[in-house]
Nanobody, 123 residues
Framework: QVQLVESGGGLVQAGGSLRLSCTAS????????MGWFRQAPGKEREFVAV????????HYAGSVEGRFTISRDNAKSTVYLQMNSLKVEDTAVYYC????????????????WGQGTQVTVSS
């Protein structure tokens, strides 16, 4: 069992930056591949980024490529999402998720989820 807690969300103006954190606790959290997803009001949850358990492989959604960076510090059991050049359309609840199967972009592959953190980007 893995427990995930996100933090770092907030209100920021377009063009600004935020860094989200996701701290994992529980059974061997460093062995999990970790992803970030987001869900805007009235929309389905969508993939944002994923990082492998060793931190040597990462993938991004096209809409955030070049602006967002996912990283992890296994010693701290924490995954980060650095978000730069934020746009109004990045407004959503951001969730981190964990699974033990590889690099996946779809939400159904993930076994554990955090409660989410709100990111609001104003124009």
């Amino acid at each position: 069992q893995v427990q995930l807690v996100e933090s770092g969300g907030g209100l920021v103006q377009a063009g600004g930056s935020l860094r989200l954190s996701c701290t994992a606790s529980g059974r061997i959290s460093s062995m999990y591949d970790m992803g970030w997803f987001r869900q805007a009001p009235g929309k389905e949850r969508e993939f944002v980024a994923v990082i492998g358990r060793n931190g040597d492989s990462s993938h991004y959604a096209g809409s955030v490529e070049g602006r967002f960076t996912i990283s992890r510090d296994n010693a701290k059991s924490t995954v980060y999402l650095q978000m730069n050049s934020l746009k109004v359309e990045d407004t959503a609840v951001y969730y981190c998720a964990a699974q033990f199967g590889g690099i996946y972009h779809y939400a159904s592959a993930y076994d554990y989820w955090g409660q989410g953190t709100q990111v609001t980007v104003s124009s």
